[in-house]
């Protein structure tokens, strides 16, 4: 351990992930002093859409165009669900200060007010979510109003065919055509990547060059549909100016991941949380950690501790598998920081199901912290481990954000209820 001053504060977030992300938000606004820590997690891997609720019961696959009657009808089916432990108002809440922040960023979203929109992805399905970043509206509409459109492939660059797209979806959208051409200064064999392109697009000699390409195939489309690549900080503007160049709308589809849409919600976290004085350790983990009554220790780095935490309250967002939060042997699932215990199936062979691809999930799918209703891990016992140790986001048990369509509001709104609960805790002295 390098033998430095540790780092104090009020609460410090484990992960960095939406659900951490959006914790150090709303720690920070409520005048907590935050200090957030955590690898590259799933939000590189993020499409930009916003669900709230989709799919329920998952058995039947049913969808909801209403995510508020969705999550009415998931509470009284699934008691335990986290959700069930939120009122409408909190999730409302959380949802409304997040794009608000995002708005600051220059990443702008947009939806219809109290229903999902059906909006296209990278492989021609139709997806049901609550937001929609603006760049993709008008691929909502479009396809709402089965307007004549063009869809965009650009040679080398994989993770995105406008071909599929149109086999998939052209039954029911039948006056979509499609081109492939080369992105201005690519070189013509080459592979292309979604960043660079991204990032190149944010000049205005880009997009007045890649307009002079698309212009002679728009041919009557009132709308145009490009891979995710306008632009990383300034997606709306760059949209904006490539439909005055074309006279036409330009909607983006996303790509398969990673992509330009997660990058675009990392950096736009990343920058918006510096700005408001969050302490962000990224690409560290933590390695060890102790609590005592007056709080925590602990011990964090990149490749081995190297400095330690001080923390009055910890709230933990390491996520599932990908993320780190929970780690599984042939055995059993664990956590592996503070050895929290894991709702889980009883038997390593109960965690999958025989099909592997059995609409109802796997039950090791749901495995993950239970807590109290304030958000808090707790023992075998049903207490909690600590009275200012949280947990949010899909490290959570009894759900399955994937397969439900709800992974952005369970992020979103049980990090606003278990920060809201933090500041309670550290106000009582």
């Known amino acids: 351990m390098t033998d430095t001053a540790p780092v104090t ?9 939406m659900a951490g992300m959006s914790a150090a938000l709303f720690a920070v606004d409520r005048g907590l002093s935050t200090v957030l820590v955590g690898r590259t997690g799933e939000i590189i891997f993020a499409t930009g859409f916003l669900d709230l609720m989709g799919v329920h019961p998952l058995e039947a696959g049913t969808l909801w165009n209403d995510p508020w009657a969705g999550i009415a009808a998931l509470v009284k089916d699934l008691p335990q669900h986290p959700y069930a432990r939120l009122s409408t108002a909190t999730v409302r809440a959380a949802f409304q200060n997040v794009i608000k922040f995002f708005e600051t960023q220059g990443l ?7 229903r999902n929109a059906a909006v296209l992805t990278a492989v021609g399905t139709v997806k049901l979510t609550y937001r929609v970043p603006l760049t993709m509206w008008s691929g909502v509409t479009a396809r709402q109003h089965k307007a004549a459109c063009l869809l965009v492939d650009i040679q080398g660059l994989k993770g995105f065919s406008a071909r599929q797209i149109k086999a998939t979806v052209g039954g029911a959208w039948p006056d979509l055509r499609t081109v492939k051409v080369a992105f201005p200064g690519a070189h ?14 944010e000049t205005a000699g880009a997009r007045a060059n890649w307009a002079a390409v698309l212009e002679p195939h728009i041919q009557g489309a009132a709308a145009i549909g490009v891979p995710a690549i306008l632009g990383i900080s300034r997606s709306a503007e760059v949209m904006q100016d490539l439909e005055k160049r074309l006279g036409c709308q330009v909607f983006e589809i996303p790509t398969m991941p990673p992509g330009v849409t997660g990058l675009r919600m990392k950096e736009a976290f990343e920058r918006g949380l510096a700005g408001r004085k969050v302490r ?5 983990k933590v390695f060890r950690a102790a609590h005592r009554d007056s709080g925590f220790l602990l011990e964090a780095g990149s490749m081995e501790p190297d400095r330690t935490i001080q923390a009055s309250a910890v709230l933990l967002a390491t ?8 780690q599984a042997d042939r055995h059993a699932v664990r956590e592996p920081i503070f050895n929290l215990p894991v709702q889980q199936p009883e038997r390593r062979d109960h965690w999958h199901r025989e099909n ?3 609409r109802r999930g796997h039950p090791v799918n749901r495995a993950g912290l239970q807590t109290d209703e304030f958000f808090r891990p707790i023992d075998a016992t049903g207490r909690p481990v600590h009275p200012r140790l949280f947990a949010a986001g899909s490290i959570l048990a009894h759900q399955d954000w994937i397969r439900m369509k709800c992974g952005s509001g369970l992020a979103f709104s049980t990090a606003y209820a278990a920060v809201e609960n933090a500041l309670a805790e550290l106000n009582k002295g």
């Not at 702008?108 to 109290?114: K, L, V």
């Not at 962000?280 to 560290?284: D, H």
Request: glycine fraction near 18%.
């Open 9 to 17: 504060c009020d609460l410090c977030v484990i992960g960095s992930g």
């Open 108 to 114: 702008s979203y947009t939806g219809f007010p109290d």
């Open 188 to 201: 013509p064999e080459g592979d292309v990547f979604p960043e660079r392109l991204a990032r190149s697009l």
């Open 280 to 284: 962000l350790l990224l690409e560290n």
């Open 319 to 326: 996520g599932r598998f990908m993320g780190g939060g929970l």
């Open 356 to 358: 592997f691809l059995d």
